[in-house]
């Protein structure tokens, strides 16, 4: 079993800055890629960022420059830093992982329950 669970969503002004944090948890051997997802209202699902086992990390274009990801292993944890929100930023923003988990060594896809972000104008 393994849980993913978002936090530091909010409403926020044009202009503001967000964090969010992604914790996982449960029987896991390694936790591979994780990933920020963000659905907006009437459109479908995007990927905003992710970052690998080796840290290397990608962003969408309209996150380029404005958002930061990064984890920290030992708490099996990821963060997004939202900098210069902007309205059409609104959305539910998720966390993805993949896992390899304890026993047996099978590959899983996790998807948290994911966290608002409003940004008003």
């Known amino acids: 079993q393994v849980q993913v669970v978002e936090s530091g969503g909010g409403l926020m002004q044009t202009g503001g800055s967000l964090r969010l944090s992604c914790a996982v948890s449960?029987?896991?051997?390694?936790?591979?890629?994780m990933a920020w997802f963000r659905q907006a209202p009437g459109k479908r699902r995007e990927l905003v960022a992710l970052i690998d086992y080796n840290h290397t990390t990608n962003y969408s274009d309209s996150a380029k420059g404005r958002f930061s990801i990064w984890r920290v292993d030992a708490e099996r944890s990821m963060y997004l830093q939202l900098n210069r929100l902007k309205p059409e930023g609104t959305a539910v923003y998720s966390c993805n992982v993949c896992v390899i988990l304890l026993l047996p060594h099978n590959d899983v896809e996790v998807w948290g329950q994911g966290t608002l972000v409003a940004v008003s104008s």
């Open positions: 449960g029987d896991i051997f390694r936790v591979n890629t």
